[in-house]
């Protein structure tokens, strides 16, 4: 049998994607996000504080132990929507830019550009509103958040639940948003749209009256969503040595581009070894790819702790199975993606394969 390692000689890298440190409204510095990354065994650091670059001009981009910290921004329009989390820049845009100037603008200086909770309809409080994606005009986008784990906390946030979700802030983390993964779908039909698991991780202390509680903290936050991505080069090989953090940048960028990437919420478990591949007239197809052919097609996932493995084509399932490993055949093409639950949870959401007409 063919099993996803020996399908794809490929490495996987862990990471966590959209943060935030005190150069925005984090709450530390990064070399001790990364510390407590290190402990929490992520492999790559995705910072994104608000319309700044300043970390990077600092030089504060690189490896911190095994850690590879990497530096964009989280970008707004003058009405602080359509937040964008870009990288691979090296100035900040202009505050007076739109959101499709931005994206444009971003796209043509050779970025990576992930749209944010692009459908957060938190409504908890006046302090923190919804600031949802509203420019689907824009070109160029290479990403989109598919799952965010601070607007999910704040989304089902009521007086009576608060103080037990500020206790098991891990619990309230159960599914992507339903809007935004039918969105992901049809986008794909057009082109490439790579879906990443942001954790928007702030740490900030959140006011209940007169008592200032640090919710969230990063050590916490880091058991929720993960993006792994797989990569053509080891970030770190047997040996212990690490790529250039410059090479080691491109690695994880290149894996993003490709589409070759899953999402894992790792309050129902770790995700590392999940695969998922297409077998089709002795080729061997994976998440990102895109291609043209005929007959019949067999998907494979597998994964490292049992769980609900479901097949979907164009957002509808067409395939189940129950343990580590689905098995399924089909001659239909379509956008063909894997979502696997856990205790009733959400855990994996691979990034789609398309098989075109
Ligand atoms: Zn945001
Ligand atoms: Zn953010």
């Excluded at 067409?318 to 239909?332: H, I, P, T």
């Amino acid at each position: 049998m063919v099993t996803g390692e020996s399908a794809f000689p490929l490495h996987e890298a862990v990471g966590a994607v959209h943060l935030h440190s005190n150069f925005s409204d984090g709450s530390l510095p990064i070399e001790e996000i990364a510390a407590i990354a290190s402990r929490k065994k992520i492999n790559f650091l995705l910072f994104s504080d608000h319309n700044t670059l300043e970390p990077r001009r600092l030089g504060l981009e690189g490896w911190k132990e095994d850690v590879l910290v990497l530096i964009g921004c989280e970008i707004n329009d003058a009405d602080d929507r359509n937040h964008y989390l870009a990288f691979l820049i090296d100035r900040e845009i202009d505050p007076k830019m739109s959101a499709e100037e931005y994206v444009a603008h971003i796209w043509s200086m050779g970025g990576f550009g992930i749209i944010a909770h692009p459908a957060e309809k938190r409504n908890f409080s006046d302090a923190y509103p919804p600031y949802p994606w509203t420019a689907w005009n824009a070109k160029g986008f290479d990403g989109i958040e598919i799952w965010n784990q601070l607007s999910e906390w704040m989304e089902g946030l009521t007086r009576l639940n608060m103080l037990w979700r500020i206790w098991h802030p891990l619990r309230s983390i159960r599914f992507p948003v339903w809007e935004t993964l039918q969105r992901w779908d049809q986008l794909n039909r057009e082109r490439r749209i790579t879906g990443i698991g942001g954790i928007d991780v702030h740490a900030f202390p959140f006011r209940i009256g007169f008592i200032s509680i640090e919710i969230y903290p990063y050590k916490v936050q880091f058991r929720s969503i993960r993006t792994h991505v797989l990569t053509s080069r080891p970030l770190i090989n047997e040996r212990g040595e690490k790529l250039p953090w410059r090479e080691a940048e491109s690695v994880v960028f290149e894996a993003l581009k490709q589409g070759r990437c899953f999402v894992v919420n790792y309050s129902v478990g770790d995700g590392r070894g999940f695969r998922f591949w297409g077998e089709q007239n002795n080729r061997v197809y994976q998440m990102g790819d895109r291609w043209c052919s005929k007959g019949t097609i067999t998907f494979r996932a597998v994964t490292p702790l049992t769980g609900k493995i479901h097949l979907l084509r164009d957002g509808k399932r067409v395939c189940r199975a129950k343990g580590k490993e689905l098995v399924c055949s089909g001659d239909q093409p379509g956008v063909y993606r894997v979502e696997v639950f856990r205790k009733n949870r959400g855990w994996i959401y691979s990034n789609p394969m398309v098989w075109m007409q």
